[in-house]
């Protein structure tokens, strides 16, 4: 079975623009997972959708908004990019919905400029 | 999680001795434990996981020990080796199926 994938693996955009980053999950993974990690923070829990439905939120502002579509695949996007927001996205899938055992991707780098 | 402030902690041991990664995790209410290793430019891959009903649990090389009492965390891996660099995390669920990571500890091999 082919990995988590996602795209772009680079990506460097400038302050108010907006960024859409993709990511397919396992085959036959269901759960879809997104965190934003930097090296400050650590790994931060953006969002979970699991069936297409949004299950649950981290505490992150309405400028990070996702969504997964019928074959699981998931898009997030960040709108109105701060220098803050330069960070490795990560997007992680799981079998069923209880997120045992998450299978990463590599991630996303976003620089914002 | 298992570190406060900004610095990522390190642990430095030499090859062929066994490492300890340490953990403290926030909520009484979190049934199930992972570790993840994560090396340079990879994403966080799964080594074990432990539910709240039990307080150790092994794998091949590694070991997880569940404190419940004092909310502790520990992962120890015998004779470590170079392949073992990297950053490791704890990870708890919430209860509601949000999988929440500590800060990570960078494991580091000496020669």
């Known amino acids: 079975k082919a990995g988590v994938t996602q795209t772009p693996r680079y990506l460097i955009k400038t302050r108010g623009q907006q960024v859409t980053l993709s990511c397919s999950p396992i085959?036959?993974?269901?759960?879809v997972s997104w965190y934003q990690q930097t090296p400050g923070q650590g790994l931060q829990f953006l969002f979970e959708y699991f069936s297409e439905t949004q299950r649950n939120k981290g505490n992150f502002p309405g400028r990070f908004s996702g969504r997964q579509f019928s074959n699981s695949r998931s898009e997030m996007n960040v709108s109105t990019l701060e220098l803050g927001d330069s960070a490795l996205y990560l997007c992680?899938?799981?079998?069923?919905?209880?997120?045992?055992?998450?299978?990463f991707g590599s991630g996303t780098q976003l620089s914002v400029l | 999680g298992e570190s406060v402030g900004l610095h990522l902690p390190t642990l430095s041991v030499q090859e062929g001795d066994n490492s300890i990664i340490n953990c403290a995790y926030s909520n009484s209410a979190s049934d199930y434990f992972i570790w993840y290793k994560q090396e340079s430019g990879k994403g966080p891959q799964f080594i074990i996981d432990i539910r709240s009903n039990m307080d150790k649990r092994q794998g091949q090389r590694v070991t997880v020990l569940l404190n419940k009492t004092v909310k502790h965390l520990s992962l120890q891996i015998a004779a470590t080796q170079p392949g073992d660099s990297a950053v490791y995390f704890c990870?708890?669920?919430?209860?509601?199926?949000?999988?929440?990571f500590g800060k990570g500890t960078r494991l580091h091999i000496l020669p």
């Open positions: 992680a899938s799981s079998q069923g919905q209880n997120n045992e055992k998450l299978f």
């Open positions: 990870a708890e669920n919430m209860g509601d199926d949000k999988i929440i």
């Open positions: 085959s036959g993974h269901r759960s």
